[in-house]
């Protein structure tokens, strides 16, 4: 999974006001937060449904309070979008399909144990467990 790939999920320049070359500057963006308009840019574009979203990276409340009142996500916040779209991501790449990755993600998977892989997003442990198996399968050893 690319830097840049990531950033472009999130909106690009236009939408993060800076270019991300490097996983640093992720990093100080993250720091500082993301706008909130990258949230909204991750459910336009289709790598989460609000539902989704909501459940794993910011409460509708809470985002409807960011907006009105920073334009910007909290760091935890940001932290949280960013590991759950470097997932997906990770996803599309490993698997050659948007639309099979989205799949993939919401059905649940023998590896985890029948967990659904976008549910275990919610944690760095989870996180990490889904991009094994898309390692594997990026090796021809999962399904």
Known sequence: MTTQALAEHLGGRQTLGCDIRSDLDLADL???????KAVENVVKTGALR???LHALVIPRRTLAH????????SS???DRLARVVRVVTSAEEAIGDGA???RWLRKPNRALQGRRPLDLLA??????????????IEHGLGA
């Open 50 to 52: 609000a539902t989704e």
């Open 66 to 73: 960011r907006k009105r009142r920073w334009g910007r996500l």
């Open 30 to 36: 993250i720091r500082s937060g993301l706008p909130v």
């Open 123 to 136: 944690s760095d442990v989870g996180a990490r467990l889904v991009e094994r198996e898309l390692g594997r």
């Open 76 to 78: 935890e916040q940001s």
């Open 100 to 102: 099979k990755a989205a």
